[in-house]
């Protein structure tokens, strides 16, 4: 009976805990994220889009999980050129592992390496947000 109670109670907890998660931020890049089937995350990044320089998705698998519309962009201060926060929100819809990668590129410089990268191995269909190093 006691193993069903704290059972439950762990369950809530992490319920609880994944629902009320901050966005991932280039801190997390390189990390690896569990998530229950559904779950919706955000990615924030910081970038200058008066640089030339924007976030744009690399790569993931479509099958395991989905971006939500468009990036958000949000400046910091209303000063022309300034930098500014992309927020990307995506849902797991399957079981299964994927890695999201999100280049911070120019557009009109095809070919040309990132200037940066973010990463992040999910693994969806687990019981909720779990992270690991």
């Known amino acids: 009976m006691m193993n069903r109670i704290l059972s ?5 907890f992490l319920a609880i805990f994944s629902s009320c998660s901050n966005p991932f931020t ?11 089937l559904n779950a919706q995350f955000q990615v ?3 970038g200058n889009p008066s640089t030339g320089y ?3 998705v ?8 989905r971006q939500i519309g468009e ?15 992309y927020t990307f929100t995506f849902e797991t819809i399957a079981p299964g592992q994927t890695t999201l990668e999100l280049v911070y590129t120019r557009k ?4 040309t390496e990132a200037a940066k990268t973010f990463k992040l191995d999910i693994i969806s269909g687990t019981m ?6």
């Open 8 to 12: 439950f109670f762990l369950v809530l």
């Open 26 to 36: 280039m801190r997390d890049s390189g990390r690896t994220v569990e998530f229950s």
């Open 44 to 46: 924030d990044l910081t």
């Open 54 to 56: 924007i976030w744009q």
């Open 58 to 65: 690399s790569q993931y698998d479509d099958h395991v999980i």
């Open 71 to 85: 990036p958000k962009f949000e400046v910091k201060d209303k000063k022309i050129g300034s930098p500014g926060v």
């Open 108 to 111: 009109f410089e095809p070919g």
């Open 128 to 133: 909720g947000r779990i992270e690991a190093d």
